[in-house]
């Protein structure tokens, strides 16, 4: 089944809590879903970030969120993507390939230069994916995709 995707607003605060505290657990931190949804909501309150969030069924399983930076060479606005996450029991149905593209889209919509992102030079799953769907690799941490075609 292809994923929904949808953009975040603050009133899926309560929706996305859960997948980001899952996802903050997987890179060993203390699980907080009372902090993980404070933080979205500023996050969101403040236009600091996109968050755009899967769903199968009606269910949410996973999000990804991208935070503005700049490129000064470029004069142009970019995009970090600092968080991809995907439950476990939503793995290998298209939910990565889903949001990665979203994300694609909504940078070439709101005129960025590429989208950019790390990852951890041991996360091999990760780097596959990535690969799969278009990101260049730059370094051993750091992924592009650029957005001009």
Do not use: C, H
């Not at 590429?114 to 799969?132: H, I, M, P």
């Amino acid at each position: 089944m292809i994923p929904t995707i949808k953009k975040a607003s603050l009133a899926d605060v309560e929706i996305i809590a859960p997948l980001f505290d899952a996802y903050r657990v997987f890179y060993e931190q203390a699980t907080d879903i009372t902090a993980a949804a404070n933080f979205l909501s500023e996050r969101l309150s403040k236009n600091e970030s996109v968050i755009f969030i899967a769903f199968i069924n009606s269910e949410a399983v996973g999000f990804i969120q991208l935070y503005p930076i700049f490129s000064s060479v470029s004069l142009r606005a970019t995009w970090l993507l600092n968080d991809l996450y995907v439950a476990g029991n939503a793995r290998q149905q298209g939910v990565a390939a889903a949001l990665l593209n979203q994300a694609k889209l909504f940078g070439i919509e709101s005129n960025a230069k590429w989208l950019l992102l790390e990852t951890a030079a041991d996360n091999f799953t990760a780097q596959s994916v990535y690969e799969k769907n278009g990101w260049i690799k730059q370094t051993d941490f750091f992924y592009q995709l650029p957005l001009d075609i």
